[in-house]
């Protein structure tokens, strides 16, 4: 499977402490997405890089969140002294930017759930 | 960010053609209309995309109206493996702008067999 991967799957923490996730975008594609989803509600995004230089950050990243993708391939997303409301689903996307504009499709991976007791 | 209106939830029978209807009124003529869906437990996906002019792909249609105020999803034979949440978003893709996707709450189709 050649698709866009995460992991964990599913996270269960208790409030305080830390987690970190991880995502390996398509090994071609040079942008890489952090969204965020929770019950009921569309992904929102949070972040974006293009190879290792993170150009956009929403608002809704705080300062508890940081992300990283140091050499421009995987990427991971840490949440510092967790909350009950950091609890929700984080999805990954990466893309290609192809010409001619505007084919460029985020492939989405399956997500890590975080639960937050 | 222009914003897109969708009917919460619309329910099809298989095999029927469903029409997914998005409402944009306030696109920019650099907005490019953008169809997403997400099946059950997975990630969103890809259907289609648009600027001006109808597109067809294997997985959809996409009517865009004439002022592009409007444009409808089209699948030809709804199946059950069609159920899924359905976004319609705009992006302005000829500014760093348009690299984010912006979800609303899309469209909850259900297919009854």
């Known amino acids: 499977d050649t698709g866009v991967s995460q992991n964990p799957r599913h996270k269960i923490t208790k409030r305080g402490q830390n987690v970190t996730f991880r995502c390996d975008p398509i090994s071609e594609h040079n942008r890489l997405y952090w969204y965020r989803q929770t019950l009921g509600q569309g992904p929102e995004f949070l972040t974006y890089f293009q190879n290792e230089a993170q150009l956009e950050k929403s608002r809704l990243l705080s300062d508890r969140f940081s992300a990283e993708r140091p050499k421009g391939s995987f990427s991971t997303l840490e949440i510092q002294r967790t909350e009950q409301g950091d609890s929700a689903m984080y999805l990954c996307?990466?893309?290609?930017?192809?010409?001619?504009?505007?084919?460029?499709?985020?492939?989405f991976g399956p997500g890590t759930r975080l639960t937050v007791l | 960010d222009a914003k897109t209106t969708q009917p919460n939830s619309m329910e099809s029978n298989e095999e029927e053609p469903v029409h997914l209807p998005c409402n944009h009124s306030?696109?920019?003529?650099?907005?490019?209309i953008h169809w997403y869906r997400q099946l059950p437990s997975q990630g969103p996906e890809y259907v289609i995309h648009?600027?001006?002019s109808n597109v067809n792909n294997r997985m959809a249609s996409l009517a865009i109206a004439e002022d592009r105020k409007s444009s409808t999803l089209i699948l030809h034979r709804a199946t059950l493996r069609d159920a899924a949440v359905y976004y319609c978003i705009l992006r302005d893709l000829e500014g760093n702008a348009g690299n984010m996707l912006t979800f609303g709450g899309g469209t909850r189709l259900m297919v009854k067999p």
């Open positions: 648009g600027l001006t």
């Open positions: 306030t696109i920019s003529g650099t907005d490019y």
């Open positions: 996307a990466s893309s290609s930017p192809w010409p001619p504009l505007p084919r460029e499709d985020q492939f």
